[in-house]
């Protein structure tokens, strides 16, 4: 933007210095990508060649969006894998969340967590939704359903827990406490494709559920998400919500928003999925190295499961311990100067952003348990073309301290 007590010519020579920066930082970018760094993660993408005849026929039918062919084959195709009746793509996860939101007309206040991605609490914000947030489970770091009562207000109308890291949460104790306070229930799913508990899909659980496919996930569209919902009704009303409003040519029923995926994104989904069974099993060979690896180093807590049937290793956290010889900080450090990129998610917690501190909840004595966690997680690089080598070099910083 241009400061307006500048002259032209400086506002012209300040952008020209940002534009020089941005030509930097993509050098820096390009030789970043080019060593031998090992990043968090690395999006799984198929052979280019598999992809070639999805763009052949979109180049022939000419159909970009709205719901095409595609969108419609990969909504049949996830709902089959996944083993849920109802599934509205999206555009990304955080647009899904704020339409799941608008779909069951949820106001006042809604108890979720801290510990996770920003975009959970956002789509509170984007609808005007006050969020209240309660600790978390020392165990799976999920929301604690212990805790959630005490925060409950004649302006709560729902619950926003997440499957954090794909761990699903203790969702019989979370409907339960949701029936007798006639409270909804939707699930931030962003982690958990493809997650199973002993009665099947995790996604079944809750009013709806909420799924990410961007870059970083185990199932990735480039960008994406979707809605898991339970019935034909409540699909019909999120495809308007994700189509403008839009219910025929002339009537708009809601201020709805652009949500749609495109043809693009859904082609890829569908040559994805092909694939993803390889993709799961992969990490799930490089989580078992990690847990055995590291099982004997004092001070190092690899999480555990929450007891799910199916998982899908979507992240391997660790927490750093006061026993372990040196601080989460500085093991942080010690990789990243070692060219290992693993990140501190999550940390800051949400509830510290500026947005949100000043809010009652967010004071730290009432998230001692996710105070804790956020200062003391690390996530280790995990994804299926990860080497044995690159893993190696990942244990060895660890256990020579
Ligand atoms: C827990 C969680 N919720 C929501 C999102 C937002 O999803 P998206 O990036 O697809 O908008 C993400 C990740 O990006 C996430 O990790």
Redesign the pocket.
């Known amino acids: 933007m241009n400061a307006p007590n500048k002259s032209i010519n400086e506002n012209i020579a300040s952008s020209l210095i940002e534009e020089d920066k941005l030509v930097v930082d993509i050098s820096e970018l390009q030789d970043r990508c080019a060593s031998n760094n090992i990043f968090v993660t690395q999006p799984y993408l198929p052979p280019l060649e598999e992809f070639f005849p999805y763009l052949e026929k979109i180049w022939d039918n000419k159909i970009l969006t709205n719901g095409g062919p595609y969108h419609q084959q990969l909504e049949k195709a996830l709902c089959e894998y996944l083993g849920v009746e109802h599934l509205a793509l ?1 555009t ?6 704020v339409t799941a939101l608008q779909a069951l007309r949820i106001t006042g206040e809604v108890i979720t967590t801290p510990y ?5 609490a956002h ?1 509170l914000l984007w609808n005007g939704i006050k969020p209240v947030f309660v600790d978390i489970d020392p165990n799976t770091l999920n929301l604690d359903p212990a805790k959630i009562e005490a925060a409950i207000t004649p302006q709560t109308t729902a619950i926003l827990p ?1 499957h ?1 890291y794909g761990h699903p949460c203790d969702v019989k104790a979370i409907q339960k406490i949701a029936d007798i306070y006639n409270l909804k229930v939707i699930y ?1 799913a ?2 958990a494709f493809g997650v199973q508990t002993e009665s099947g899909s995790v996604l079944k659980y809750g009013d709806l559920s ?1 799924l ?3 870059a ?2 185990v199932f990735n569209t480039f ?3 979707a809605i898991v919902c339970p019935d034909a009704k409540t699909k019909q009303r999120i495809d308007h919500l994700k189509n403008f409003g839009f219910v025929d040519e002339l009537t708009v029923v809601a201020p709805g928003i652009n949500g749609k995926m495109s043809e693009l994104n859904a082609a890829f989904g569908l040559l994805q999925l092909q694939h993803i069974d390889h993709a799961v099993a992969r990490r799930k060979e490089i989580d078992s190295i990690y847990r055995e690896k590291l099982k004997n180093v004092k001070g190092i807590r690899c999480l555990q499961d929450a007891g799910e049937k199916v998982q899908n290793y979507s992240y391997f956290p660790i927490l750093v311990e006061k026993d372990f010889p040196i601080s989460r900080e500085e093991l942080y450090q010690k990789f990243k100067d070692k060219n290992i990129f693993a990140r501190r ?1 999550f940390y800051p917690l949400i509830s510290d952003f500026p947005m949100y501190r000043g809010m009652p909840s967010a004071h730290k004595e009432n998230l001692s348990v996710a105070t804790n966690a956020a200062s003391k997680v690390l996530c280790l690089p995990i994804y299926p073309a990860l080497t044995p080598d690159e893993q190696q070099r990942i244990i060895e910083v660890i256990a020579h301290n």
């Open positions: 999206f990304n996860g955080t647009i899904a969340l996770s991605f920003v975009a959970t789509s997440v954090c931030d962003a982690h909420v990410s496919f961007h970083t996930k960008e994406g998400g998610y």
